[in-house]
């Protein structure tokens, strides 16, 4: 009976992660079109989105030690998603870059829901199959993605909607996917007392601290996405390609997501996070070297599709198994909280290397940055299943 409920929760999750992201989706291919149409350059882009990358992470942090100390974890999860869908008609009633800052607070703000539900997920999974289900749920967050995607180049080139009108319907997905984690998700009970002092870094051994730390550098290393499309819009691709772009990236990462938790699980997490950052690695160069290619521009799709499928499964699978079991969310919304401190300062300097040196220097510093946190890497020691 408890193993079929862990498999209902796991799947409503994955369910929900679906909706949401099929909305989300509809609005991320012609984002930083969108906000460049607003009147913004790419240094404020830059801000924005590290902005909004942040904010993911502080609201995950915050959402994840509240969960531990109210012992309440539902909550979280369908007012992210409430957030999410609320933050949508904000930016289709934007007029200038100016208003969307925010709506956009307000849309990463609803990232609280993931530190709680992955903790949840967590619990209900083994040692054997914690892989498998946190790639099911990032496969479903892309595959709802790439839906959003190709109903967003439908509804933009086919039928003409505008931007405002597409923000418009995003919004819908993510309230179903509030009705399904209110009606279907049973949140256990803890019983009995227990004195919740709070996680700090006491508790946390040099292991998951060596973690955090290359983490974190390698966060300084992987900008925003909006920097791929607009070189590759730079680079002589025709603006209707754009979200074309983004759908392939989108479908790689729904594609492999599953095969890389399962294989985390078979070969370890750490040398699936490896491969990962060998994808980003050969991104950059393509980038660096090859941008006269637009064949070659086009692969580095393919490669940052491969690199989100492999990296998002596996780091929250290291964290929730390395980290002490009693604060698991909120060491898993520090996790967040300590890379998302590092994304802002990532995409906004980006963002002036751009504008003041060039459109390549962030990729040849991003690219050294990578090196650094593989090296880093080697020296992590993570708990396989049979030892755990």
């Known amino acids: 009976m408890a193993e079929k409920e862990d498999k209902r929760t796991v799947w409503t999750f994955a369910s929900a992660s679906f909706l949401n992201d099929f909305g989300s989706d509809m609005i991320y291919p012609v984002w930083p079109l969108f906000v460049l149409a607003l009147g913004a350059n790419m240094e404020i ?20 030690y509240v969960s531990d100390r109210i012992r309440r974890r539902k ?44 903790a949840m997920i967590a619990d209900a999974s083994t040692d054997e199959n914690r892989g498998k289900h946190f790639g099911l749920l990032h496969a479903m967050d892309n595959l709802g993605a790439v839906c959003g995607i190709i109903l967003c180049i439908a509804l933009l080139y086919f039928f003409g909607w505008s931007y405002n009108s597409i923000f418009l319907l995003a919004a819908v997905p993510s309230v179903v996917a509030v009705i399904l984690v209110l009606v279907v998700i049973k949140e256990k009970r803890e019983t009995g007392r227990r004195i919740f002092k709070g996680l700090s870094l006491k508790d946390i051994d040099n292991n998951f601290r060596l973690f955090l730390v290359l983490s974190a550098l390698f966060a300084l290393a992987s900008f925003s996405y909006s920097f791929l499309l607009i070189f590759a819009k730079g680079s002589g691709f025709p603006i209707y390609t754009v979200p074309i772009l983004y759908l392939i990236f989108t479908v790689f990462a729904a594609l492999f997501s599953y095969p890389f938790g399962r294989l985390a699980d078979r070969i370890g997490r750490k040398n699936v996070l490896f491969i990962s950052y060998g994808f980003w690695g050969l991104l950059c160069l393509i980038f660096i070297f090859l941008q006269a290619y637009w064949w070659a521009i086009l692969f580095t799709f393919v490669l940052y599709g491969l690199h989100r ?41 980006a963002g002036i290397l751009w504008q003041t040196v060039g459109p390549v220097v962030p990729f040849i510093f991003s690219l050294a940055l990578t090196v650094a946190s593989g090296i880093l890497l080697l020296w992590v020691k993570e708990k396989r299943p049979e030892s755990i």
């Not at 882009?45 to 994840?64: E, K, T």
């Not at 998002?312 to 699978?317: I, L, W």
């Open 309 to 349: 499928a492999a990296i998002d499964p596996v780091q929250r699978t290291i964290v929730s198994e390395i980290a002490p079991v009693q604060y698991r969310a909120s060491s898993l919304g520090a996790f967040q909280l300590v890379i998302g401190l590092f994304a802002l300062p990532a995409s906004l300097a």
């Open 45 to 64: 882009l830059g801000f924005i989105d590290g902005l909004g990358d942040a904010l993911v992470s502080l609201s995950q942090a915050a959402s994840g």
């Open 75 to 118: 909550v979280f999860v369908w007012t992210g998603y409430v957030f999410g869908s609320a933050s949508r008609v904000g930016y289709a009633l934007s007029s200038v870059w100016q208003q969307l800052v925010p709506f956009r607070i307000l849309d990463r703000a609803g990232k609280m829901r993931g530190a709680p539900r992955d």
